[in-house]
């Protein structure tokens, strides 16, 4: 469980990039963080990568506690963490296979298993055939697909996507939303942060809006969080029609 107490991050003095932020998410919840430009969802996002350390409050993640887990522990506490980006951040020089098992080599895992996991990670993705493209032969959507298999590959307990479909048309931003959603069914819980809310709407997820640094609504999933939707994005209020059925 992830659960956040009266979380605030002062940048400066009385420059709080986030505050008095409480929450908690649990095993397979699929969350969609959401708020204006400079709303704090970086901020938040970087806390829950234990990136940064909060100023105020308690951060918890499987029971450990962000700021006083020990330097030694970070990257055992990192690795239970899948983070997924913008701008994917694949390497060039290496096939979209070894861009995800990169990732277990460093964990020591054996090769078997690693290859097991590789090939489960691709396949969930729907990339299955295609782990000898270099990163450059592939679409930009298959680019995030690679991006999101490695970030599930080591079977984390909080996968973190910060604006995962920024740079994606449409079609492909629904594909990573849905696949997030199946990380999620899985048992993982999973936080997106988007400005997406025409595509973040269609999956009915529970939504968090941040406003000025502050938690302004935990919308719970379903129909709720369309009002919540409404007032923090007036543009995106109306039905969408997609005929999709995700
Ligand atoms: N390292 C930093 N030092 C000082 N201020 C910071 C730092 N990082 C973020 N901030 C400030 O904290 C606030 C929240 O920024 P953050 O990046 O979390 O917003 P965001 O919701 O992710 O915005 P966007 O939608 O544009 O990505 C902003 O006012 C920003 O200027
Ligand atoms: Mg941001």
Redesign the pocket.
Same mark, same amino acid.
């Given at each position: 469980m992830i659960s956040l107490n009266k979380v605030g991050k002062e940048?400066?003095r009385d420059?709080? @990039?986030?505050k008095d932020i409480s929450f908690t998410i649990d095993k397979g919840e699929f969350v969609v963080l959401t @708020?204006?430009? @400079? !709303? @704090?969802?970086?901020?938040?996002?970087k806390l829950l990568s234990f990136e940064q350390q909060p100023s105020t409050g308690e951060l918890l993640l499987e029971g450990r506690a962000n700021g006083r887990v020990k330097k030694r522990e970070l990257p055992y506490v990192r690795r239970r963490i899948g983070v997924v980006f913008q701008d994917f951040r694949l390497l060039p020089d290496r096939t979209a296979y070894e861009n995800v098992a990169f990732v277990l080599r460093a964990t020591g895992a054996g090769r078997k298993g690693l290859h097991r996991r590789v090939v489960r990670a691709l396949a969930l993705v729907g990339l299955s055939g295609r782990g000898d493209a270099m990163p450059s032969e592939l679409s930009g959507g298959e680019q995030q697909r690679i991006g999101l298999a490695r970030a599930i590959v080591s079977d984390p307990f909080l996968v973190l996507a910060?604006?995962p479909t920024g740079n994606l048309d449409d079609d492909n931003k629904r594909e990573v939303f849905k696949i997030l959603r199946k990380v999620a069914a899985g048992g993982t819980a999973v936080l997106v !942060?988007t400005?997406d809310l025409n595509v973040a709407r269609e999956f009915r997820a529970r939504t968090l809006i941040?406003d000025k640094?502050r938690l302004v609504k935990d919308a719970p999933a379903g129909s709720e969080s369309e009002a919540a939707l409404a007032a923090v994005a007036p543009h995106v209020s109306r039905p969408v029609r997609t005929g999709m059925n995700v």
């Open positions: 940048f400066r420059r709080w @990039g986030v @708020g204006p430009s @400079g !709303a @704090g969802k970086t901020t938040l996002m910060d604006e !942060a400005h941040l640094g």
